[in-house]
């Protein structure tokens, strides 16, 4: 019969299960999983498939359940996976005699209840059970190597004796710290992340929602390519089917997953590149997924391609090398962006889910300065009076290679006529079977002249999978805030809305039909009119509205009625949300919604910022014409006619309209920034809408191209003012330069001529984006959030402002809490206990990972150290801000957080917003005996050595972390505590003792050794300190 593991298990209990047949069982259900995970994935010692040289044996079984755990361990399985996959296994009738494997059936009994999540009062049992079943048999080397993965995570009596320096009082004969032996759970159960669908790749979701393992013949050098060419073609007929079953499959995507799709197939269609580059990389995924030999020019290309996917340190010169091969960082990053959507090996596996998150990221960065610059360029080619070369503007061929993979494997290709949009390069086996569920089988498609014609609503489908509707775009963020739940609900619905046309709120539960609006984002508080009454706007009867300097309120209904995108309804906050409340029912509407922000916002179809004090986009234009031609020339390798770049260098002195260019105030630059890209309320609405449009007075997009093609969002801009992240071209490609044919067709004769891209408005630009944080935009985590709304301005209740963007909000809509108008008003520096404890619930480690602002060590350290003067109240420097103006750094690891260490759950901020530690993990600490050459060399912010007296945190590369703690101001112990681990690195804080039991934060650090979490691990030790 066939069951799975949670069935096998009750069987067992029954004793319907014999030995031989419960030992069977355990090697069928690794097997199944295994052939889950793919054949074609690379292995590692301890993660080979179970040998079944005899099957009803019990060495098989043991390394089957070895393979489980290790599955376990490198997190390889999500529970849905492991619980549901079935698996074949005989039970009989009557009652069997009990199996006498006992640690076998308490082990796997063990594993089964960590991913059902079951509570207990004692996790460590269950991986005693399971540590005991697996070391049942060890004589078999592949099992030994299992073992080594799974030693590496259980707690062993520590190196550490009651003679060590570390564990003698500091004072009155009172330890500090004593060693802790407890198992680290964090690589076992902490396995949530699999729950999140938008760590799977695209590959995964379609096998997944087919009910298939598409079981390939890989009879090439490079296997995996053909199982993923048919992936990638059923998820192209996704997009043009209208069936159920496809429709339905496009709505399981979440928005990273789609957006990604989008990206890829804008690519597949050369869309906003030279059609020939796309068409040389999808030439290379055809050869690798057809049977026989590559040439040797594929082969370098689609191996070095996958090393840089697998190893950044390598990164930057494979980079090189695709971008010199096929044309393009544009180019080269989707090519990696494909790979890691559709390779199998990256269908499972944390590491691969941390690189596939890293490269969406990139590659919607670089499409969005590839989208924005090609449009650019061709405008800027028009101006001059120069058309584009065929193929320019519309860069899809007219007769596209339609390859198909005959029966016997080989490739062949064939033509026919398409119209744009198109899909081409599609290729099946024809005779490829999908071996899965039979419960719904995926159809095998072969595209070839007779049917690669699309009908015109499967190009319109196609044209909404890339381009979105009419208004909407892709933009350089993949995602927002993804630790949102995006319901889509009508409980997501703002309470009032704006009828356009009518002209008053109205109740949006009461609308029938699909709701579709506008969230406008602007600001106004410090522009309020003291002692001014508010006043009464036609449309709004239930409240009044505070008048403001900005804008006339009373004209609002006919300033709303111009908004873009003609929807029917509008949010904007003075209209939608009560002012000043004093009826109960509006007091709880007024409050509910203020903690609705994120659901408002998100629910949005369109959000526009509305900068009520610019008149045009001017300059801002002028720099974004500057910087896309910087990102041809520099990135692509492209050389630009003299005319082009003479056009685009032109009006150097324009300022930005973001900066009052009129304002004396000169030496204070963030006074002459526009008050929305300064208020805390509005970045919290860009951090949940980071493809906020941004409009005028008048509500002119800012956009580019002809007739503003293209409309560049707040995202967009940020990825073009950093250029994207783009690695440059190999030198070879740069040596040559062109001059202007008759057709606008670029010719390489001479030195090129290379754009001057410092201008007045280029250099706001970038001075706008580091004053307001605005740089770190894309790839923001919750902690990175808090970090930077630090430096925003908010008159009152900060933790309102804030808290919808990172998610806390329960101490908030506690029914228990304080009501609206209840709470104490927080100076602009500090924010409720109870918020930032749950802050500090919800964002774990990340919470303490921000690196200290420059000057702020020098006076809190120098009193408790040199006068003896000990800061006794909390200073805060655990928390993800200052106390001050003072900005601080976001943390390391930049987006990608690996497993917190487990003993930072513990922690708890106390009222004087210090943290108490009763648990650490210590990866080192002053005077401890290390391991001979253990090498752990970190980047570090902290002070420098050479100067420790200076007390300045700066950033030092290259530092080995033992001498470092046992060097710095060596009068009191140091700390090197762990925050994160797993996912290739390990990054923590570095801790300084002022007196017995207090310490203060003084850096941060990442060990940039690759994969030295391997070697060396953060112990956990049971410790009574009081963080300040």
Known sequence: MAGNVATFMEDVKRGRISTSNFLEGISNFAQELDLFLGASRERTPGNQPPNHGGRDGLQPAVNSFVALTVMTCAKQLPPHIFLNTPFSYEKTQAECEPIPQLALVNGLESLLQIYLRLPTSKPLQRWANIAAAANFSVGDQQVTGGLTVIREHVGQPGDLTTADPILQATTSGEAILEASQRVDLADFENIEGHEDSDSYSLGL??????????????????????????????????????????????????????????????????????????????QAFERAAGAGILDDDTFQILKISESAIADEERRYYQQRFISGALGTPYCTFMFLLYQVEFLPYHYSGQLSRKVLSGQRMRAAKIAACQRIATTCYKSLLKECGLEPRPGDANPRPSNPKVYRVNGNGATVAGSGQVTAPLIRGVMVKEDSQCVGSTATTAQNITLGAENINLSADERERLAIAIHGDPGSKIGAAISSCHWLEDTGAQDDLPYYLWDVKQRRTVVARKITGEVQYTAISHTWGRWRIPNSPPVRVDGVNRWMIPENSKFRVKELPEILASVPFALPYVWFDLLCIPQKPTDQDL??????????????????????????????????????????????????????????????????????????????????????????????????????????????????????????????????????????????????????????????????????????????????????????????????????????????????????????????????????????????????????????????????????????????????????????????????????????????????????????????????????????????????????????????????????????????????????????????????????????????????????????????????????????????????????????
Request: net charge negative; glycine share 6%; hydrophobic share 40%.
């Open 205 to 282: 979701m379609v096998e997944q929602f087919h009910g298939v393992r598409r079981d390939c013949v890989e009879d090439d050098s490079l296997p995996g390519y053909r199982r993923a060419f048919e992936n990638w073609n059923t998820l192209l007929r996704s997009f043009v089917s209208d069936s159920i079953n496809h429709q339905k499959f496009r709505s399981t995507l979440s928005t990273p997953q789609l957006n990604s799709a989008r990206l890829l197939i804008e690519w597949w269609n050369g869309e906003i590149d030279d059609q020939s580059t796309s068409e040389k990389a999808f």
């Open 587 to 1028: 007091i709880k509407i007024a409050k509910r919604e203020i903690g609705r922000q994120a659901r408002i916002f998100r629910r949005a179809k369109f959000a526009l910022a509305w900068l009520n004090d610019i008149d045009s986009w001017e300059g801002l234009q002028a720099a974004i014409r500057r910087l896309s031609i910087r990102y041809l020339q520099e990135g692509n390798g492209s050389e630009v006619p003299k005319p082009v770049l003479d056009l685009a260098m032109q009006n150097a002195d324009l300022p930005l309209e973001i900066f009052d260019s009129t304002s004396v105030q000169t030496a204070n630059p963030e006074k002459l920034m526009n008050g929305w890209f300064s208020s805390l309320w509005t970045f919290q609405e860009l951090c949940l809408r980071p493809d906020m449009r941004l409009c005028t007075k008048d509500w002119n997009i800012l956009a580019v191209g002809e007739n503003g093609k293209t409309i560049v969002g707040m995202d967009d801009l940020i990825a073009l003012a950093e250029g994207g992240n783009f690695t440059q071209v190999s030198q070879s490609r740069a040596e040559e330069s062109p001059e202007l044919g008759a057709s606008g067709k670029l010719q390489s004769t001479h030195t090129p001529m290379r754009i001057e891209v410092r201008s007045k408005a280029t250099e706001q630009l970038w001075e706008l984006l580091d004053l307001s944080g605005l740089e770190f935009l894309l790839n923001a985590s919750r902690a990175t959030i808090l970090t930077l709304g630090n430096q925003r301005y908010c008159e009152e209740d900060r933790a309102k402002a804030i808290m919808s963007a990172i998610d806390v909000v329960d101490w908030y809509n506690n029914p228990k809490g304080p009501d609206i108008e209840e709470i104490p008003p927080e100076s602009p520096d500090q924010y409720p206990l109870a918020f930032l404890r749950e802050a500090a619930k919800k964002i774990g480690a990340d919470f303490y990972a921000s690196s200290l602002a420059e000057g702020e060590l020098l006076e809190m350290l120098v009193l408790s150290l040199n006068s003896g003067e000990v800061q006794r109240g909390g200073v805060g420097s655990m928390a993800p801000f200052t106390s001050s103006l003072l900005s601080r750094a976001p943390s390391f690891s930049e987006g990608y957080t690996g497993t917190d260490h487990p003993a930072v759950s513990t922690w708890e901020m106390l009222p004087d917003k210090s943290v108490e530690i009763r648990e650490a993990g210590i990866l080192s600490y002053s005077g401890q005996n290390h391991p001979e050459n253990r090498n752990l060399t970190c980047d570090i912010v902290a002070p420098d050595l050479s100067e420790p007296a200076s007390l300045l945190v700066q950033v030092h590369k290259n530092v080995d972390l033992d001498t470092w703690v046992d060097s710095f101001i060596p009068t009191t112990k140091n700390f090197a505590v762990c925050l994160h681990h797993n996912l290739g690195f390990l990054d923590g804080i570095l801790l300084k003792e002022l007196s017995s039991g207090e310490l203060i934060k003084v850096g941060t650090y990442m060990i940039t050794k690759r994969n030295a979490y391997k070697d060396v691990i953060a112990k956990t030790y049971k410790v009574r300190w009081r963080v300040l």
